[in-house]
């Protein structure tokens, strides 16, 4: 392993549970590695012991739609990595200008560092023979914990207790991690029901003003000796209704009848508005 790279925070929990992570690589010209974002936020290293290889990195915030190129692939074509570095790479940059592209030669003897977060394809221009190791380090772990996390719960729970006994700082560090994410969780959903909230009561305000205002009007429009006090207060139209059958009882029966009738008849609206709710 380059003295560069020597942290391997990965090894606490032991080959059997890590993810596959380093590679004796042998290709032959023209073979290569479509475009894509090494795993779990991880950096890597390359060193090429024979041959050469061309590499292509785009910076971390490229599009994937832009970086993958299919609207650059034909009809026909092939997506395999040579395809993608004779064709596809060459109609990006006249699609788009302004994309950021490092593009380079790796020789025999030399050690490429990829940053996690870097989308990066590579083909063989010589029959090559090449080692190749995913690693996360001190520099690159909160990127790494919060992949890991969620991407390999099980595994994340033993490296965080082997953390707590040979590095005990960076257990800290995933628990203040751990703790800062679930803040900015909560706060969404606080938000959210902060506008919902909002919005009903400038709904219900609304609706009060509208419900006042057409009460405003219905009064207005009835005479003195039709207002009767209600305990429940009941659509306009069953009171209407109501008003109608006592006036009518009022002039065909004697003063106590009607009022006996008006009580029976409230006791019935009443009845039925309670069944409505």
Known sequence: ????????????????????????????????????????????????????????LFPPGTPKAIVKGREQLLKGEDDEAINYFVDMIPRMRRAHPELKIDQFIQYPGETIFVPGGWWHAVINLDDTIGITQNF???TNFPVVWRKTRTGRKKMAVKWLQKLRENYPELSNLALAINQAD????????????????????????SSSSSSSSSSSSDSSDESPNDRRPSAHPKPASIQSNTRDEMDHRRQTKRPNSWIQDERDEHNKLTNGVVRMK
């Open 1 to 56: 392993v380059p003295r560069y790279f020597q942290d391997d925070l990965f090894h606490l929990v032991g080959e059997r549970r890590r993810p596959p992570y380093r590679w004796f690589l042998l290709g032959p010209r023209r073979s290569g590695t479509c475009v894509h974002i090494d795993p779990l936020g991880t950096s890597a290293w390359n060193t090429v012991l024979s041959g050469r290889k061309l590499w292509v």
């Open 182 to 205: 679930r803040s900015e969780a909560n706060k969404a959903p606080n938000q959210a029901r902060g506008q919902n909230s909002s919005s009903s009561s400038s709904s219900s305000s």
């Open 136 to 138: 996360c380090s001190k």
